[in-house]
């Protein structure tokens, strides 16, 4: 279905996509190698892509859950404010 929408979209209109997978591992999502690489061929060609190497935001909080804090409000994904814990 993903490489149907990528297909119908190539040269003909955006496709703007996020993913938490190098293109390394979308054979586990297209299960086939030839069909991986035509689908990151038409994702990539005329493409800007933007990689965020950032901790995980989500990550922080179910830590933060797990420990048995709750999750400040205040708090933004740069951390806490100044002066607080």
């Given at each position: 279905m993903l490489f149907t929408l990528l297909a119908e979209r190539y040269e003909?209109?955006?496709?703007?996509?996020?993913?938490n997978l190098p293109f390394?591992?979308?054979?586990?999502?297209?299960?086939?190698?030839?069909?991986?690489?035509a689908a990151i061929d038409r994702l990539v060609h005329h493409s800007v892509i933007i990689e965020l190497n950032l901790p995980s935001y989500r990550v922080e909080q179910?830590?933060?859950?797990?420990?048995?804090?709750?999750a400040d409000a205040s708090e933004s994904a740069s951390g806490p404010e100044p002066g607080k814990p």
């Open positions: 003909r209109g955006s496709v703007l996509l996020t993913s390394s591992g979308w054979e586990a999502i297209f299960k086939d190698p030839m069909t991986t690489a179910a830590k933060k859950a797990k420990q048995g804090r709750p």
